[in-house]
């Protein structure tokens, strides 16, 4: 085995990540973690001031209710969320972040981040319940807070470790293993209670930019299904496993599109097929009541643009300069306020990129768009699996306290494994909660920690035998490229192992093919997805021949890893519900319709730590009192 060393941490609350919600989590926790004498310790993959989905900057606060200006009330954000997800959310969990999110943002405020305003000094919408912001700092500002709370309660920051497997005393979690992507360090954690906070995954599906472009996407390429691995791993219930998300964005760099519906109020047509949500309209009546009802779900409107895509009348377009023009026709009759404001709008058109997605901004100039001038390309993306957006993927966690929810059984947000709770992109079935939000349920999940940790922790046991089998299972690629690696001329072709790259080529193409990726036009089967299956099967023995010849492909061995475990909750769960509920996310060809009779329920999976089989369940839908 190679000769790391062992780094045995120890800590009361092990937060793992360090993105939105770990944020959120390490800023509460650590207040509370102060008063009663307890440590907190973070661990990062990446560097906490800049990692995670909001690594590059965002333009907008996604989640906003704004209870304090009479402007809505949470059983509204209920509502919408509920909406948008074709009737499956977990209503006790959306109104416990919606509740929590308004304060979330004022801390934001107070800490730095500009929030624009209007001349009457209130926040300006982009949409009902976005906020537009000068994002391009936003993550270093809230790092900053979680790093002072953390500093101030006596904890530690610990980044550049990449956590794998979670550590487990009967159905209790004492720690979790990883290692350092800089040094030959194993890092060995022990805690009485566990967050985990890893985001979402990317790269489960091949993505449509391939070749030269390949590894560029919509979702960050840094979050690789850790937190779906962890939870399944240490045998916790999951739920929402088929909904994943498939946005539409600016082709090819993958630019947000939310200010250009929401706050320019631009139309979308297919180039011959026309404004696909006024041909297509009849189509929403088969998906009643959501698809009756504004605003019509994200995944409806995918599905009615996709129509036309697979009837060959696209390619897409936003229609960015008839935007701009109905805005500025307004100051039509005095041409210099016009000519303002034109500026205007095409300052915030570009502003809009830089400060979450450069790459549009570079793409938009080499091809000589202006946006004022020229509709641009739109286009679905791959699939991504991301909770805390308008996918609903994640673990399944206890409800808040204090509200009548048939799925309580302990500390809000603590999974099914006592002691180990999911935030953010990482717990299931309470979507739209976006940075804010997930700040916010790190908020909440933190406190819990807290409290478990004060009623029922326990010193960790952990067996260091297993600890040990675990540390060379890790590092296992290491030894497997050194051994072999000297047996072929490339280096790269060799019958004892594969590198991360094509093993990633072959789970992204089994994903796409089987599982409703670009390729298959969204579209899957039964026999589809147990053909995927098979394969999969194939695809998880070759997982233990993946070799490394650094840290940095340790790390993507291990990330590969993640993800296969993550696309395989998503085949058995598709799998499992036989209907079709997002179009536009996915399309189950032998079950084409929306089935409300026998599937207007939650469709959970759980992988038995002893058997290694897999349990699928249907759950039922609680609806909130007054919602
Ligand atoms: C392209 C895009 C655009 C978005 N736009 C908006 C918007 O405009 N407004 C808005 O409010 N929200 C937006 N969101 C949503 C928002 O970014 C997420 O809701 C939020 O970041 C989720 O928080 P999280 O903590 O779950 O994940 P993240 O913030 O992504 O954090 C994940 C963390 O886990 C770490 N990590 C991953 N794997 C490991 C591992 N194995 N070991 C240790 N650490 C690990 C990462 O380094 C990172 O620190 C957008 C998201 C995306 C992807």
Redesign the pocket.
Known sequence: MANWETVVVETDLLI????????GAATEASYWAKKKGLKVTL????A?DR????AMG??????YVGVKDGENTLEDYVRYVRQDLMGVSREDLVYNIARHVDSTVHLFEKWGLKIWKDEQGKYVHEGRW?LMIN?ESYKIIIAEAAKNAIADAGGEIIER????DPLLDGNRVVGAV?FSTREDKFYVFKAKAVIA????AVHVFRPRSVGEGFGRS???P???G??AY?TIKAGAEMTCQEVRFI?VRFKDA?G?V?AWFLLFKSRAVSAEGGDYMTTHKEVLQNYAPYGLVKPIPANLRNYLGMIDVDAGLGPLYMETAEAIQNIAAQYKDDPKAFKKKMKELESEAWEDFLD??ISQAILWASQNVKPEEKHSEIAACEP?F?G??SGASGAWVSGPEDLPTPYKWGYANMTTVEGLFA????SGASSH???????AE?RIAGKQAVKFIVEKGQAPKLDMAEVEKLKERILKPLDLWNKHKDETTDPEINTNYVVPRQYLHRLQKLMDEYAGGVVSAFKTSKALLERGLELMALLKEDSDKMAARNHHELMRV??NI?RTWQAEAHIRTLLFREETRWPGYYFRADTPKMDDKNWLCFANCQWNRQSGEWKMMKKDIWALPGA
Do not use: R
Not at 161 to 164: E, G, P, R, T, Y
């Open positions: 793992c990540g360090g993105g939105f919600s770990a944020c661990v990062d993959k990446a906490v990692s995670g989905a909001v965002l333009s907008a606060i996604n989640q976005q994002g470790v990449f956590i794998v990883g906070g890893m985001g979402g919509w979702y960050p840094f979050n690789s850790s937190s962890f946005p993958y947000p939310g979450m997605t991504y991301i805390s957006h935030v953010g992109d990482g909660k976006f940075s804010s939000g997930s700040h790190g291990w990330e993640q």
